[in-house]
């Protein structure tokens, strides 16, 4: 008989220990062991990462620690951090901590035909930006009728919008900014309508952010803001007031953008790891550069512990590891994000791109079909308007859904309050997942308040909880641009290294392909009638009731 591989022994192992009856009784696992929060609580600095509220036990970790070891999740750390080709089906590295090292760290970066010294490259970019944002912040640069600028208007979708426009929240969402900030990510004319209603063109910066310059959403949107600013202001205002964020340099220059605006970045930086890059210049300009540089400090921070930390005290590898024992081996394909922090409002919509594109994949890097569940459909709210929404669900639905808890534990406002009754029930909800409430309990409940036992009979099966469901709650002390940092970094990596445990390309995303090459197709048989066969058909109908809608088919 063939033995198994180290690395199908290490799966079958776990899913041994997780086809146990008892595997998902969290509580009977504190029951088991006092020191269970100790133990299953990693800190680096005054960030806090409590696993001990999902289904893992000591086995398990071991089990789940031995398979990142068999996987050689050690190899894949050094070539990520090494800038060697981890994206192969697009022949890239994804050197995204180089954005955030030091000048002289070293980092550097695969190329098809040599390599980049990405450190050195990526602190030169960065004095440029630093540099633009004293001279917008001291009103020495100005938009063309000589005012200074008041708005930041970035143009760009997906990872060239997700990142600053989360980052501008979180710095700045509860103070002033020093120059406000304005996304305009969709397609959809309404987006651009109604922003137009609020801006003033003659003070408004213009940031076009794509990587690639050629993405159909925002070149739409870019040429629609540059017709309607040169309408209001004249062709010089597209000089003065735009700039352009972009690896392709010669696109920005045939659009018009001076060369001394534009601020560029290489392959080797994914567009969901672009936000430190020139594509945080918003975040730069609306926060100030100390908050964007604290930023990318606490990003380096995260790097070097993920880097250097054995994989037992590794936060990200720890998140990473939880996340596969609920996917792979307990089944829940589903993972909910709360920050109970109302600046971390775009963090779950941040993160779904980060955590989906990257692992929304179903082929592995030997072009197999993945052995086992990847990526968990991803999805989040603030606390605690969630409470009030689908959380009802996640409480008592068919299916456990994981949940991470975030929160900082001293506020920027002065009403502590307020931060104790939110992070009260960020506590609760969390306790309340865990603990449950028998029938016995919500029928005692409602004879405590004299109802009679007919009725306690019907509603008590409504009013119980199951508990048992699991959760991590990841806490520091003071959200600033730092602790961002930090946070983001962490969960960069443990995208990374769950798509290793799962071999899957994390950095690339040809999934997002068809849809944009079809949109392409459909977009001429709006205005003239579907081809016949073209489509399918409940596109070709489609378009016809469109049409026809329209008064014009
Ligand atoms: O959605 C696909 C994608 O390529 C993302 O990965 C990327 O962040 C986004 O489009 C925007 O791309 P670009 O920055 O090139 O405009």
Known sequence: MLSESPLAAAWTRLADLAARPDSRDIRALFAADPERARRFSVSFEDLTLDLSKSAIDGEALVALLDLAHVADLDGFRTRLFAGEVV????????????????????????LPGGVDEASRLAAAERDKMRDFVRK?????LRGCTGQTFDTVLNIGIGGSDLGPRMAVDALTLAGTPRLR????????????????????????????????????????????????????????????????????????GEFGIRPDHVFGFRDWVGGRYSVWSPIGLPVALAAGWEAFQ??????????????????????????????????????????CVLAYDERLRRFPAYLQQLEMESNG??????????????????????GTDAQHSFMQLVHQGTQAVPVDF?????????????????????????????????????????????MPETEIARIAPHRAFSGNRPSNTIMFRHLDGYALGRLIALYEHKVAVQGWLWQIDSFDQW????????????????????????????????????????GEG
């Open 136 to 140: 917008v912040h001291d009103g020495e």
């Open 406 to 450: 975030v929160f900082a534990a001293v506020p920027d406002h002065d009403r502590p309050e307020a931060h104790r009754i939110l992070v009260a029930n960020a506590l609760a909800q969390s306790e309340a997942l865990l603990r449950g409430k028998t029938r016995a309990e919500a029928e005692a409940e409602m004879r405590a308040k004299g």
């Open 294 to 335: 604290a930023f990318l400090d606490g990003g380096a921070a995260m790097d070097a512990h993920f880097r250097d930390t054995p994989f037992a005290a590794n936060l990200p590898v720890l998140l990473a590891l939880t996340g596969i024992w609920h996917i792979d081996l307990l089944g829940l394909r589903t993972h």
């Open 361 to 382: 994949k179903s082929v592995m890097l030997d072009g197999h079909p993945a052995a086992r569940a990847t990526c968990p459909v991803v999805f989040g709210e603030p």
């Open 181 to 252: 900030a304005r996304f305009l990510s969709n397609v959809d004319g309404h987006a651009f309508a109604a922003l137009a209603q609020e801006l003033d063109p003659a003070r408004t910066l213009v940031l076009v952010a794509s990587k690639t310059f050629t993405t159909l959403e925002t070149m739409t949107n870019a040429h629609a803001v540059r017709d309607w600013m040169v309408a209001k202001l004249g062709d010089g205002a597209v000089g003065a007031q735009f700039g352009a964020l972009s690896t392709n340099l010669k696109a920005v």
């Open 87 to 110: 994206n192969p089906t697009e022949g890239r590295a994804a050197m995204h901590m180089a954005l955030r090292s030091a000048a002289d760290a070293g980092m550097r970066a695969a």
């Open 511 to 550: 999934g997002v392909e068809l849809g944009k090459v079809l949109a392409g197709g459909i977009i001429p048989d709006l205005s003239a009638g579907p081809k016949p066969g073209a489509h399918d058909g409940s596109t070709e109908a489609l378009i016809r009731r469109f049409r026809t809608l329209r």
